[in-house]
């Protein structure tokens, strides 16, 4: 009998919402901070998140680089 098939699809579950506004409250609190930096700090509050998952969240907000965040016009 093959496996009962996912009910989400083929995949790693989505991020938790509340890491996601972490992620984004960091980001736009903190406009120096690149995506390693928002890692390193999720890690020392005890959130396991990979580097690269952040980078899509900030992406996928539209949140840029952190060189362009800082700059000011």
Known sequence: MP?????????RPPTVRSIRTLVLRLARENPN???RRVHG???V???TVAP????????DAG???APERSATT
């Open 45 to 47: 509050l005890g959130v």
């Open 52 to 59: 690269f998952t952040i980078w899509e969240i900030l992406k």
């Open 3 to 11: 496996p009962d098939p996912s009910p989400s699809g083929p995949g």
């Open 63 to 65: 949140v840029g680089p």
């Open 33 to 35: 901070w690149g995506y």
């Open 41 to 43: 700090e999720l890690l």
